[in-house]
């Protein structure tokens, strides 16, 4: 819970905003113009489930139009209000701009617990909410482009599309009109694990970062460092599965809803995911210690602190005792405005939401692009590359054998380069890349300038130079 002398979350990133823009020179009335939700719409509709009519509340923010489409989630839980989806509407604004993704920022969200229905109702609802939405154009390739958040997945965007598709029958780029659909419906290899993934390159991105180590009291490198992770859905789970499975790193807490599992030698991301995935529950769990009060986990020792779950978790109320060093924000909003400021002051470096979760919307990007172009990434390169890779091995070969020197190229060199890029690995590639730029134009501002104290004043310095940008570019 949050202590209740805590900015709302809106007003948090309002805080955050306001801190950024003082140390900047916009011209007269466009920091206004920026920091404003431009609308945000409330539907409530009515549907037939179980011999009765249901009415339920749906909100669809647009934040900045500076670019469009607006792009952002869509939200199914019973925490979702006005003030939550505004606030992540704006996050998703700074976040697109961050990362060079061409849209403005929108959210959505749908006040329901989606446990509480089965799969048809949930079409049922999905469809519904979507109709509302489309009708209006705020579900549109060309105008706001929806995806997964929390609660919602690659299900709920097919039906989204399938919706579209029945609306708009001669729209040959409606497929487009929102990301993280499956595979077999229009969406790209890559989207689902792509949040979890891009957490991962950002903490690649700051372990290059050599002052940025030593700002957050840091040695390189990442493997074995003990990471505490709380949250383990689409996210969480992947963030830790690929620290703990391809960077060495030490899952030593995994903090849930029930409770948090504790070993100081490194949980097992995927048994604990399985284990959840059929019991509900990380209750039983056999390898591990069961701790029934998990929040307090958040203030183990440990060398990174990655929240994936809810906004506010570290608040007024323990920002105090948060011991790690570097805190990686792969939720929205997980750190209030309050708990932020308590945290500089202590020396913890956070790398920012905005930053840390974009793969996301990166890959979303991708999907989106694909869908307009209606061709698979790679596929008029791919065996053209692996042929002119071919050449060269065999031209290798071919030198090594006439000369007598008798070299051989192993087989896992030749595995590896004769296979050409596939969709996914173009998908990393790019993700990758994404991240990597990102980080560094965040580190330019913080390592540059002695009045930016924190990367998230960076990040946000960063992208609203480019929304202003992009404003005047228009003659605003
Ligand atoms: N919901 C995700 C986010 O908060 C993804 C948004 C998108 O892909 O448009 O960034």
Redesign the pocket.
């Known amino acids: 819970m949050q202590p209740s002398n805590e900015p709302s979350f809106r007003d948090s990133v309002d805080i955050m905003f306001n801190r950024a823009v003082a140390l900047m020179d916009l011209p007269p009335g466009l920091e206004e113009k920026i920091r404003v939700c431009n609308a945000t719409y409330t539907v409530r509709f009515g549907v037939r489930l179980r011999g009765k009519i249901q009415t339920f509340t749906g909100y669809r923010s647009v934040h900045s139009e500076h670019m469009e489409p607006v792009?952002?989630?869509i939200r199914y839980s019973l925490g979702v209000n006005q003030n939550e989806v505004e606030a992540?509407a704006a996050l998703?604004t700074y976040?697109c701009a961050l990362v060079e993704a061409p849209f403005g920022g929108s959210k959505g969200g749908l006040c329901i617990d989606p446990r509480d229905y089965d799969d048809h109702e949930l079409e049922l609802i999905t469809r519904r909410f979507a109709y509302e939405l489309i009708k209006r154009d705020m579900i549109n390739p060309a105008q706001n482009?929806?995806?997964?958040?929390m609660g919602t997945g690659e299900r709920e965007m097919a039906w989204i599309a399938d919706q579209y598709k029945r609306m708009n029958t001669t729209d040959i780029n409606g497929v487009a009109c929102v990301?993280?659909k499956p595979t077999h419906a229009g969406g790209i290899q890559g989207r689902t694990e792509a949040?979890g993934r891009g957490v991962q390159y950002a903490l690649h991105a700051f372990f290059r970062d050599g002052m940025g180590l030593d700002k957050a009291g840091l040695k390189g490198p990442l493997r074995d460092k003990r990471v505490i992770v709380q949250g383990l859905g689409n996210v969480g789970y992947h963030a830790a599965k690929f620290l703990s499975e391809e960077d060495g790193c030490r899952i030593t807490a995994i903090i849930e809803r029930d409770g948090a599992l504790h070993d100081e030698g490194g949980l097992d991301v995927e048994a604990v995911y399985q284990w959840i995935a059929k019991h509900g529950t990380i209750t039983g769990y056999p390898d591990a210690t069961l701790e029934a009060d998990g929040a307090r986990l958040l203030e183990n020792d440990c060398d990174v602190l990655i929240p994936a779950a809810l906004e506010g978790v570290i608040n007024l109320g323990n920002a105090e005792r948060i011991k790690a060093p570097l805190v990686i924000e792969a939720a929205?909003g997980p750190v209030t405005a309050g708990a932020d400021e308590i945290l500089r002051d202590k020396g913890t470096v956070i790398v920012p939401d905005m930053y840390a979760?974009?793969g996301?919307?990166t890959v979303?990007y991708f999907e989106w692009v694909k869908n307009l172009s209606h061709i698979r990434f790679g596929r008029m390169q791919r065996r053209q590359e692996e042929a002119r890779h071919q050449l060269i091995v065999d031209e290798l070969e071919r030198l090594s054998a006439d000369s007598g020197i008798g070299w051989q190229l192993s087989p896992n060199f030749k595995e590896k380069y004769l296979r050409g890029a596939g969709e996914l690995e173009l998908v990393r590639s790019g993700l990758d890349d994404t991240m990597s730029t990102a980080y560094e134009s965040m580190a330019q501002v913080w390592h540059g300038r002695e009045d930016v104290r924190d990367l998230r004043t960076a990040a946000y310095l960063v992208s609203i130079d480019k929304v202003a940008a992009s404003y005047r570019a228009k003659g605003l």
């Open positions: 792009k952002g989630g992540l998703m976040k482009v929806p995806a997964p958040d990301t993280g949040t929205n979760n974009a996301g919307v979303s």
